[in-house]
């Protein structure tokens, strides 16, 4: 009597697992569906991401299922620490984006898929409580009304190689404007060189002394592990048209034709420019261009980009401190470059 019940008891057990489990599955499977965002990377060329705009909640995590249509790719979100993660083709990834921050965020790509690979960008609108993504303030190129189509050469260059060690000697001596951080952020090297050469108190100093001085200040703006940081992010995202050495001849833009102000289909203000013209970028080694050139304009031109140039803008990818690394490190190509020949 007991055995029999077990028995049917048993049998009608097994009937209800039987049963639920594709239910179960069916509903664990709609879950996940309507849970995971799936995104397709493809290079520009291709259509770009498949999606280009996300909706999210703070807090709420976004679950991605990625794959690539065509070659190696990667995603990270602009102005976070998330870890980045690399889509390769064939092959579905996942990862999970939290913001605990409402505001507009931007996704890009990681890896250099072709010329075009930085325009491999969407955004994710997040939504909810919180203190929001600060508006940007207004850069200094815009308050200091720079033209940072227009950037200028340096009216004096060293004629030997420059020593911030050296400069160091002559702190004592420098006027307190000189390392004042406003001045370094609007003021070219040549600029403030030809200021402290004409400081009567220090006419005892060579023009090699001032240089050396001015590149101590310089080297004041930075650390060591700021600087390191410059060279990782610029080796990642800038080198690959701006070249290792920042000659401008990275394989992405050494085969375009130089800047040339008198070329019509060049000059921004003319009718004929289409936007459309890449171009070389100017050579950060020659210590005409970036001694010639402030802070401000530099970060005004990472954060705005060439306008159809072919220089992307990075406003919405890199954070202030890490554009200041960047900064820093395009100007130790300028000193570097005082210890070679093209000085004239
Ligand atoms: C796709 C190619 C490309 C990439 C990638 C690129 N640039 Fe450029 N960049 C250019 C071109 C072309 C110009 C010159 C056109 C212009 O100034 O409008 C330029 C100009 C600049 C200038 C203005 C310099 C001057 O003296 O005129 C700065 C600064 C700069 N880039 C920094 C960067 C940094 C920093 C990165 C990386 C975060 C970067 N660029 C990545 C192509 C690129
Ligand atoms: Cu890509």
Known sequence: MKKEFLARFLVILFILIAVAIPFAGQWLF??????????????????????????????????????????????????????????????FVETTFVFDRPGQYTFYCTRWCGPNHWRMRGTIDVSGEGRPLQPEPQPLFVTLD???????IAETVPTEQVSAERGANFASLLPTYAIDRTTYLSTSPAVLWMRLRAESALSNLSDQDIWDAVAW????????????????????????????????DGVMARNNPVWDPGNHNMDKSSDSFT???????????DPKNLLGTSSALLEGKIIRGGMGTGMPYWGPIFTSQQIEDLISYLFTFAWDATSEANLD
């Not at 720079?146 to 200028?152: E, K």
């Not at 800038?238 to 050495?245: D, K, N, P, W």
């Not at 936007?275 to 080694?285: A, H, Y």
């Open 30 to 91: 709609s879950r996940n569906k309507t849970d995971i965002i799936e995104l397709h990377a493809r290079m520009p060329e291709n259509g770009g991401w498949s999606i280009d705009q996300i909706d999210a909640e703070v807090n709420e995590p976004i679950h991605l299922r990625m794959t690539s249509d065509d070659v190696v790719h990667g995603i990270a979100i602009g102005k976070s620490d998330l870890p980045g993660v690399d889509i390769f083709p064939g092959e």
């Open 146 to 152: 720079i033209d940072i189509d227009s950037p200028p």
């Open 217 to 248: 200040i310089w080297q004041g703006q930075t650390t060591p592990a700021n600087l390191e940081n410059g060279q990782r992010l610029y080796a990642e995202n800038c080198a690959a048209c701006h070249g290792e050495t920042g000659k401008g």
């Open 275 to 285: 936007g459309e013209g890449f171009v070389r970028p100017r050579d950060f080694s």
